[in-house]
């Protein structure tokens, strides 16, 4: 029964954050359009707005640490997801289109989602460590996110051609009422007070810090992680070069969603015989499987690699993120899991904002096709530099 109820916590809280990508689009457009931003301006706005994401220990602290009402996560999700709704309200109340504020309001909804997702991770490894069951766990939840993908990618890209700015911020806004009331199927018995609570992290991360392991994990992670061409330039390549529609765009994520959902599915099964075959996968297939992009050239190829790419990247993240999840210390599961969540942020942002900038000299000396295929090498590249991590995580203490 217990299981039960934490797959139900962990289904409807991803489902919410999930059907947020509804807004993911027209937001891309609001930049593009609304403000004017070029694709180096887009992709310095996205990493501010993202900036939260980047620094999710410090949100990990927060429920780790400091325990609330005699709990340390039921209060806090259901605080900050009334953070996040008021985000999008104030965002759909604005007027007219500013620069200013809409980045200050982006930002308050990705410190509310952040924190709510960091929230959900540590009940994953928490719970998850006790049983044996971090990988089950987070297939559920990144295939109930692909699950919504479905949905919102089509559902975005009509929004976005659509429908107003002020109506998808205000649909937007519903959803978080969703991940409040995920936080009535968690059972905290036996919560410390403050004191013991925090020794008891401190005494974890401590450990953690001084595991060369763990950096290992970490810089992996990164160096996985690490491809310009998605993101901004990727969008600016969909939408200028190869002159897709923003409707066409939301069906690429939609593609991307049943593709997901079957990688964390397939991910599922794999977990029971370990995750150490598929992590190293990650990287020895991984790779080549990236030179793919040089194919990416119209809506036929954008389409079938958009399918490939989704399914194959699920179960290659998920088994980055099992083996990040099986070194997070005893009493500091948020704060640990957080860090590592937020090295793959950090390399997001990185490949974001430079892949922007790139993208658009890149563009301007040699054209939009060359930008894309020298921007997705270096990120081929980074794939093969994480094997010396890996194979440093992998070995036995």
């Known amino acids: ?19 947020g990508g509804l807004a993911y689009e027209p937001v891309s457009y609001y ?27 410090l949100f990990g602290v927060l429920t780790d640490f400091l325990p609330w009402a005699g709990s340390r996560r039921r209060p806090h999700l259901i605080a900050v997801s009334l953070v996040t709704s008021l985000g999008w309200l104030l965002l759909a109340g604005l007027k007219t289109a500013n620069y200013g504020a809409a980045l200050a309001l982006l930002i308050l909804v990705n410190v509310g ?4 997702d960091v929230v959900c991770d540590a009940v994953m490894v928490e719970r998850g460590k006790e049983r044996g069951l971090t990988g089950l766990y987070q297939a559920v939840s990144i295939g109930t996110l692909y699950a919504t993908l479905i949905v919102t990618g089509l559902g975005g890209g009509w ?31 036996g919560v410390g007070d403050l004191r013991s609570t925090a020794a008891k992290g401190l005494g974890g991360l401590k450990t953690m810090l001084g595991d060369g392991r763990s950096w290992a994990v970490a810089l992996g992670i990164f160096l996985w992680s690490f491809c310009p061409f998605l993101g901004t330039a ?3 390549y969909q939408s200028e070069a190869v002159k897709l529609s923003p409707v066409f ?12 959902l079957a990688g964390a599915a397939l991910f599922g099964r794999l977990t029971k015989e370990g995750t150490e075959k598929v992590v190293r996968a990650s990287v020895w297939l991984g790779a080549p499987l990236s030179l793919l992009y040089l194919f990416y ?5 954008i389409a079938a690699l958009n399918v490939l790419f989704s399914l194959t990247g699920v179960v290659f993240r998920l088994a980055w993120m ?3 999840a099986k070194t997070c210390p005893e009493g500091a599961e948020a704060t640990a899991f957080a860090a590592y969540m937020a090295v793959f942020n950090i390399a997001a942002s990185a490949s974001n904002t430079l892949g922007g900038r790139w993208y658009e000299a890149l563009t301007a000396a040699h054209g939009p096709y060359r930008a894309m295929a020298l921007l997705s090498l270096v990120g081929t590249a980074g794939t093969l530099a994480a094997w010396p991590c890996l194979a440093r995580a992998l070995r036995r203490p």
């Open 159 to 189: 929004l976005a051609q659509h429908a107003s700015y002020r109506t998808v911020f205000l649909l937007t806004a519903l959803f978080p009422a969703l991940t409040a009331a995920s936080a009535w199927w968690l059972d905290e018995a």
């Open 297 to 301: 050239t119209g809506p036929v190829s």
């Open 322 to 324: 099992d083996l990040a």
């Open 249 to 260: 765009i939301g069906g690429l994520a939609t593609l991307g969603g049943f593709a997901g």
């Open 113 to 116: 989602f952040v924190l709510s």
């Open 234 to 236: 990727q969008f600016y």
């Open 1 to 19: 029964m217990r299981r039960d109820r934490l797959l139900a916590f962990f289904a409807v809280n991803y489902f919410a954050q999930g059907m």
């Open 31 to 57: 930049l593009k359009d609304a403000l004017g931003l070029g694709p180096g301006q887009s992709a310095a706005f996205v990493a501010w707005m993202t900036l939260p994401l980047t620094v999710k220990p």
